[in-house]
């Protein structure tokens, strides 16, 4: 596999993850148009994004089995036609049927993408990729829906007419069921999870931060148009900002790397993030919700990215990125639901507050998570090359191997250093040699040892 990250990747994980970040409008039209009140507008939400999540939970393994390019075309195409069904009725039990339907096409489009992620040389750099490609996307579309009408039709068309328009991208995907290959251009080795204490913290912690984070996510339209008192067109504006400073976001996280490690970015990262979503909880006017709105978008895809190459890292299967990933869209389905109770219960500004808290908390195990795998693929015995670097460093090592015992994913090859010996000693004679064996007096045993050494230094 090259080193350039497979377009068909990058555009099934737009195609995938583009429905969690068209959230906010989703569920603000179904709610206006469909006259619903934020509850029930923000568990159909949630009922798309769970049907996503159980397509991970349904698919994780089977990827290589059923074969990458029939699994993304059956999801791209399921996609399609529940999102369309959707968007082509107002009658209340169709919309939910046509969203779910179109949650696990997406869900199943993005377990192929989050597969093949992992097989990657670096995956951080392809996760970065494909939210750097979902940011741009989303944004547009941001800018675009509120001029072109109103009602919930729009968004669920966009969604549709995305996952069709993928669907060439599949053609450069493995056709056949056989073993997706991994980095090393070897059989990516089949066997029970590795990480499995690392890897369950992880997918459970993910689980709650994605759920803190969509549930501001679902509601931040209603906080803009009720809270701030801002117009959909104004919203719309914000987040379309947003999402373009989310841009530079990313940008800066693929070109930052792994230079800091994922620990840091990861605890940094959340903390912040925190801080963002008080802000935002709290906006009373367009400064504030800008401000908290666009310093949060900019922080969320940037330490999401390190989490995914994190969860891509403890398996060159990409099981557990699958899992974490399904995982995360589970806790992003109860996001709108969560976001919409809290609410309407407690208000906006402590639902703000009580999401902050409990960022704070999860920010410890992930920050455990990222210290104690090392934040990147390690070694497995026999896997390493005579001049280590890159290809060295492919796949997930045995659980308790030291930080830095083993190269780094990308890190520079070993400089070979020439040794020269010297040779201007004449060779020595038949003569100079005798039979092995203890010698009578001293003088043999002087002999023998002389010439033991003799061939000892040969």
Known sequence: MSRRTPRPLVALFTAGYLAPYLLPTVVG????????????????????????????????????????????????LLAALGYSAAAATSFVPLVVIGAMAGGFGSGTAT???????AGQRDPHRASTLGLLSVSALAGALYLTMPHLGTGHALPFAAIALTALATWPATSGLES????????????????????????????????????AQNSLWGVSSRIGTDQAGLTEIT??????????????????AGALGSRLGRAAPIGAGTALIACCIVVSARAD??????????????????????????????????RWAVLVGSAASLGTACGPLTGSV?????????????LAVALLVLAL????????TSGSPLLRPGTVRRRGGAPAALVAGVTGAPAGAVPQMGAPEQPVVEITVSTTQPAPTQEEFSTAGPRGGSAGLGQSSNANASTSAR
């Open 29 to 76: 039209r179904l709610g206006d148009s469909l006259h619903l009140p934020p509850a029930q507008a923000g568990l159909i939400g949630s009922a798309l994004l769970m049907s996503s999540a159980a397509a991970g939970f349904t698919f994780a393994g089977r990827v290589d089995r059923m074969g990458p390019r029939t699994l993304a075309r059956a999801g791209l």
């Open 235 to 252: 919203v719309g504006a914000v987040f379309a900002v947003a999402l373009g400073t989310a841009l530079v976001g990313v940008l800066g």
């Open 365 to 372: 195990p992930l920050t455990a998570v990222a210290l104690h």
């Open 342 to 354: 809290l609410s309407q219960t407690a208000g906006y500004p402590a639902m703000g507050t009580t």
């Open 111 to 117: 377990t192929v993408a989050a597969t093949g992620i």
């Open 176 to 211: 056949g069921t056989a073993q997706l290959p991994s980095p090393a251009g070897q059989p990516r080795p089949v066997g029970p999870l590795p990480f499995r204490r690392s890897g369950l913290v992880l997918a459970a912690a993910m689980l709650c931060w994605s759920m």
């Open 285 to 318: 006017d367009l400064t504030s919700f800008a401000t908290g709105e666009i310093a949060w978008n900019t922080l969320y895809p940037v330490v999401l990215s390190y989490l995914i190459g994190l969860a891509a890292s403890l398996d060159p299967r990409g």
